[in-house]
T-cell receptor, first 108, second 113 residues
Framework: RKEVEQDPGPFNVPEGATVAFNCTYSNSASQSFFWYRQDCRKEPKLLMSVYSSGNEDGRFTAQLNRASQYISLLIRDSKLSDSATYLCVINYGQNFVFGPGTRLSVLP | EAGVAQSPRYKIIEKRQSVAFWCNPISGHATLYWYQQILGQGPKLLIQFQNNGVVDDSQLPKDRFSAERLKGVDSTLKIQPAKLEDSAVYLC???????????FGPGTRLTVT
């Protein structure tokens, strides 16, 4: 089993839709969790950290389920500008492991 | 605030040649990372520096890859000799003390022919 797995995608959704991505991880010692966004041929940028209690930033909600070892990202009211690849990142000790990413295309 | 700088942005070399990439992190950031991102995959951590010391280089193919961060600021990543499978984007990132938030540079796109 890979260390970090994500929904394979791509997700093609209309503007205004709600979309959710999942990410599972295998190392139960994982300590910190993040969602990064990567536009085509650009560098990754931090979207949000994921806290145990769940957290929200505008239209974005991140949740962590330690028992089942997964994190999720919910995007409400999708915008065209949300089109990108979403990478989940797991940290344990000094290690950072990126998932393969889930590509989202928001269609007009 | 200036971001992470990398050069060159693009490089095309033939297999068995050598290549070097340069990274200048955000001023004051103690931690510096080098990642390899192959097309269609997520970035893979190659090496992590804390100031000028290596924290983790477990995934660095040490028979051909080397990296250094002299004086705890700039860093260089070298590949010698290159193989076709080294074709990828090489990303440098930095983060400040007491933070796991990583700021990435624009990357160097390497093509090995």
């Amino acid at each position: 089993r890979k260390e970090v797995e994500q929904d394979p995608g791509p997700f093609n959704v209309p503007e205004g839709a709600t979309v959710a991505f999942n990410c599972t991880y295998s190392n139960s010692a994982s300590q910190s969790f993040f969602w990064y966004r990567q536009d085509c041929r650009k560098e990754p940028k931090l979207l949000m950290s994921v806290y145990s209690s769940g957290n929200e930033d505008g239209r974005f909600t991140a949740q962590l389920n330690r028992a089942s070892q997964y994190i999720s990202l919910l995007i409400r009211d999708s915008k065209l500008s949300d089109s990108a690849t979403y990478l989940c990142v797991i940290n344990y000790g000094q290690n950072f492991v990126f998932g393969p990413g889930t590509r989202l295309s928001v269609l007009p | 605030e200036a971001g992470v700088a990398q050069s060159p942005r693009y490089k095309i070399i033939e297999k068995r040649q050598s290549v070097a990439f340069w990274c200048n992190p955000i001023s004051g950031h103690a931690t510096l990372y080098w990642y390899q991102q192959i097309l269609g995959q997520g970035p893979k951590l190659l090496i992590q520096f804390q100031n000028n010391g290596v924290v983790d280089d477990s995934q660095l193919p040490k028979d051909r890859f080397s990296a250094e961060r002299l004086k705890g600021v700039d860093s260089t990543l070298k590949i010698q000799p290159a193989k076709l499978e080294d074709s990828a984007v090489y990303l440098c990132a930095s983060s400040p003390d007491n933070s796991y938030e990583q700021y990435f540079g624009p990357g160097t796109r390497l093509t090995v022919t």
